[in-house]
């Protein structure tokens, strides 16, 4: 039992991006009454639509790697644009959200205390189409800076479901966070890839926490529309153009359309398709990427 119990805390260990773990919130600013029509956002995760490329092009596992679809708990966005066309540039579209920033870690950063959560089909941001531009949207930009999922993994022949959390965003201040039931003070600012992860062994809880190498982050349209290195902005193309008039009078719900994909994916040193950070023997298995694999934004 002792020697399980090292080898475990090996796996734990070796593992080394973030949950507030509370009810997701749907931020609603001032309205023109409580009937005005909303422009409302939802977060969807799907392991059946498309796993892509940084271009957006159907991406294959390559040689040597492994991967898993990961069951997600909830995510958190920092930035919503829509873009006329595959020629407009990042920030020359409509911007409809952009969460609170802070310098209290030094550089300017995604400031996590304020950032909204929400789960699967729950609401994650509205705002009144009053004011939003009229116009015709082709395209939709989400800057995504927290996800939290659960994944499978192996440790001492036995199997065991484990929480990750991951920051995303091009940079973010933490003061505290929660995985799944453990708390984590960080009280600085961390670069995107900065994860935790919790597990329960023997009734324990483990927790650790690392720096991923990188994440995937999808944009069909990157030749003629780039993004910043480590912005995490993920690009989708609606399949049928968001037409605002301006003259509404019922509710728009964007969807928000993720693929999670075979989106955790890691070097498998064994090659059993299993993630297993460590066996006691070999070096274990390492991340390679922990990015979301696709947008595909619909409306309604």
């Not at 119990?5 to 009810?23: H, M, N, P, Q, R």
């Not at 999922?149 to 959390?165: E, K, Q, R, W």
């Not at 062994?201 to 690392?210: A, Q, T």
Request: net charge negative; aromatic share 12%.
């Amino acid at each position: 039992m002792n020697k399980l119990l090292l080898t475990l805390c090996a796996t734990v260990l070796i593992f080394s991006a973030c949950s507030k773990d509370e009810d997701p919130i749907t931020a609603t600013p001032s309205s023109t009454g409580p009937a005005a029509p909303k422009l409302v956002f939802k977060f969807h995760f799907d392991s059946t639509l498309t796993r892509l490329d940084n271009f957006g092009n159907p991406a294959i596992i390559p040689a040597g790697n492994a991967t898993q679809s990961p069951r997600f708990n909830n995510m958190s966005a920092h930035y919503i644009e829509f873009a006329q066309d595959s020629n407009t540039q990042l920030g020359n579209g409509e911007i409809i959200y952009k969460g609170a920033e802070t310098t209290a870690g030094g550089p300017n950063a995604v400031d996590f205390d304020q950032a909204i959560v929400a789960g699967e089909g729950v609401a994650f941001y509205s705002k009144p189409l009053s004011q939003v531009a009229p116009g015709t949207y082709d395209w939709l930009r989400v800057s995504l800076t927290y996800q939290n999922y659960d994944i499978d993994f192996m440790a001492a022949s036995s199997m065991y479901t484990g929480t990750l959390a991951s920051f995303v965003g091009f940079n973010t201040y933490i003061s505290n966070y929660d995985i799944n039931t453990q708390n984590v003070a960080v009280n600085d600012d961390k670069s995107q890839g900065y994860w935790g992860f919790e597990t329960v062994i023997f009734s324990v809880p483990y927790v650790s926490e690392g720096q991923a190498p990188g994440t995937t982050v999808p944009n069909p349209i990157s030749s003629t529309s780039p993004i910043p290195a480590g912005s995490c902005v993920v690009t989708g193309n609606f399949p049928t153009a968001l037409v605002i008039t301006g003259n509404e009078t019922q509710d728009i719900v964007v969807n928000i359309n993720l693929s999670t994909n075979n989106s955790f994916e890691w070097k498998d040193v064994i090659v059993d398709g299993i993630f297993e950070p460590s066996d006691g023997v070999n070096p274990g298995d390492t991340v390679v990427d922990m990015g979301l694999r696709g947008l595909f934004p619909t409306w309604q």
